[in-house]
């Protein structure tokens, strides 16, 4: 379960909770919305300031039945609530943390270069079998999407599942102030972000701030597989939990992928064991699913529970989504983001579907170090699987970008696969949809 309804509050707790002025009627609030074009009516709207200054919108929200507004110096005809704060964001911090004190010590924090959106989806559903629970909507997991989601999270909530990002150091630290995380899950480090960050080592010191949050009393489920994520144990005053393919307590085996390269295995644990079958494609999703199912067994879900629960289990938009085209092609859809490790991991998923044709529409995979060296060493991987590569929006796969990739793939059909990834800002997912449709 997730997100059917919202914490209530009072403008005037709002205020306080953000240090803020009240300048209007103490009207009661529906959670939040940063969004004007999303916001729902009863919600408080906060102007961010970032490339755009979200006060230029304060009227659009108002007219869209914000009843409040928070604002650090811009008023607004139209009769709604006001609450002067010295900065929109931090107030949005502030009152994330005051919101988060109205739920129990049931929150799951998530981070890691790869598979953060998927685990925090496949948790959601592990708990949600147990427990009325929360989780951050499609990737909401910086310092406006995580405070939102906990503010937008039912006044019920039972249990909060919290996706963290990051794109530099203190970051995470700082949305740890306002989940204050029980269980804390760190999936990989990897080469994301590097250029912000100095390179890997930089990615594991900002994504170890997490488990550095933890309370003694709380659980610190690590990547056994993956050196730098294991080496954060010796970080935290928390229980710790491991899960991998190779070691671990939580360890996939015996696993197997279907025509659709859908998982079945085998998990071990200290709580038993368990036959595991996922609706999703990808065989890098059953380390995903031992990290989910870690975090609900670290919680108290019963083993049998977290199995049954991953059974029916749906992901957010353009993660390993797989279509059949209208010739009869299978359209691989990962275009939600990218680095190298992700790329691997999907060329892998697209090497295990039974074709006679595998093609791979890769685009820029951004803010990453030495980015044209990343990228032919990736190309180099496509060849060494026996993959076609067409290159869209960069050359630095070492082949010339295609103007037209719509026209470069118009002769799929049967016995023909296309993986279609990139990070979020070449927007590969209109050109999968329209692959789709064709």
């Not at 009516?41 to 039945?65: C, E, K, T, W, Y």
């Not at 998990?267 to 059953?286: E, F, N």
């Amino acid at each position: 379960m997730s997100n059917f309804g919202a914490v209530r509050f009072t403008a005037a707790q709002a205020a306080s909770a953000s240090q803020g002025v009240l300048d209007g009627p103490d009207v009661t609030l529906d959670g939040v919305s940063f969004d004007s074009r999303a916001l729902q009516p009863g919600q408080l709207f906060i102007p961010i300031v970032a490339d755009r200054d979200g006060h230029n919108f304060i009227a659009g929200a108002i007219a869209a039945g914000a009843p409040a507004y928070f604002t650090s110096g811009h008023r607004a005809s139209g009769g709604a609530t006001a609450v002067e704060v010295a900065d929109t964001t931090r107030a949005l911090l502030d009152l994330g943390a005051w919101g988060r004190s109205r739920f129990p010590d049931r929150v799951v924090g998530i981070t890691g270069s790869v598979g953060k959106t998927s685990v925090k989806d496949l948790a959601r559903e592990v708990l949600g079998a147990r427990w009325r629970t929360a989780a951050s909507e499609k990737s909401l997991n910086n310092d406006w999407g995580l405070p939102a989601t906990v503010l937008n999270a039912p006044d019920d909530s039972e249990a909060l599942v919290l996706e963290m990002g990051m794109r530099g150091l203190g970051e995470i630290a700082r949305l740890c102030t306002v989940a204050r995380p029980t269980v804390g899950v760190v999936t990989r480090v990897a080469a994301a972000h590097t250029e912000r960050l100095g390179g890997i080592d930089g990615v594991a010191r900002a994504k170890a701030e997490l488990v550095e949050s933890l309370p003694a009393s709380g659980w610190a489920v690590l990547n056994a597989d993956d050196e730098r994520v294991l080496a954060m144990a010796s970080l935290t005053a928390a229980q710790v939990l491991t899960f991998g393919a190779h070691g671990g307590e939580v360890r996939v085996e015996g696993l197997v992928l279907d025509d659709r390269a859908r998982p079945r295995f085998i998990l071990r644990t200290p709580w038993g064991s368990a036959d595991v079958a996922l609706p999703i494609s990808g065989v890098h999703m059953a380390l995903n699913a031992a990290a989910a199912v870690a975090a609900g067994l670290a919680v108290g879900v019963p083993l049998d529970v977290c199995a049954a629960a991953l059974a029916t289990v749906t992901l957010s938009p353009w993660r390993m989504e797989m279509h059949r085209s209208m010739g009869g092609a299978v359209i691989l859809n990962d275009a939600y983001n990218a680095n190298p490790a992700s790329m691997l991991a999907a060329l892998d998923t697209l090497v295990s579907l039974p074709a006679q044709r595998r093609i791979a529409v890769l685009g820029l995979m951004a803010e990453i170090e030495d980015p044209e060296q990343e990228h032919r060493a990736l190309a180099d991987e496509v060849r060494a699987r026996g993959i076609e590569l067409i290159a869209v929006g960069t050359d630095w796969y070492g082949v010339t970008a295609t103007q037209d990739p719509l026209a470069a793939l118009a002769a799929l059909g049967p016995g023909t696969a296309v993986l279609v990834k990139a990070s979020r800002v070449a927007g590969l997912e209109r050109l999968a949809a329209q692959l789709v449709a064709r």
